[in-house]
């Protein structure tokens, strides 16, 4: 598992939006049920996170548009939202200097990484380095 040093209020709140937002979505589009599971690992200086779920899974169609904004996959009729989540989750973590991959196929359920950076060694506890 993997400490995470973020030190602004900021930071966290912006990272609580990000996670949440993968978490909602795996519960949300598994109405059927399932496991959901959180996996978190230190790799290299990036913090890797993975969402998993069984659910509905995604389109190919869709996988290039997910985040756009307001953008929804063509299998979630029925299913409220309002494809405004992964628009910001990928500017939270571009913030964070990282990045955002979905593995997903329809019926089949999501698996959604993300990879902010965490503080590189040496770095004060509770500190962030500044962004350029
Ligand atoms: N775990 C998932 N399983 C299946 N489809 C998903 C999953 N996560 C995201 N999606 C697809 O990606 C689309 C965009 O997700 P996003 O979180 O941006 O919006 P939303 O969940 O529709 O609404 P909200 O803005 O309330 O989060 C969803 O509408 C859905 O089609
Ligand atoms: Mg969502």
Redesign the pocket.
Known sequence: MATILFGSTGTALLLFQLFS??V???V???PGGGTIRLAACAKGALLVVT?K?E????PKS?LDR??ER???????AG???????????KIVVELHDGAIE?E?VEGG??C?HDFPALCPQGCGSGEYPARK
Do not use: Q
């Open positions: 937002n993968l909602a979505n795996a949300k589009y598994s969402v779920d659910g509905i899974g995604i869709d997910l985040f307001y953008y929804r996959g063509g299998n979630v299913i409220v939202g309002t494809g405004l989540g992964l628009f910001l989750a979905v997903s359920g999501s959604l």
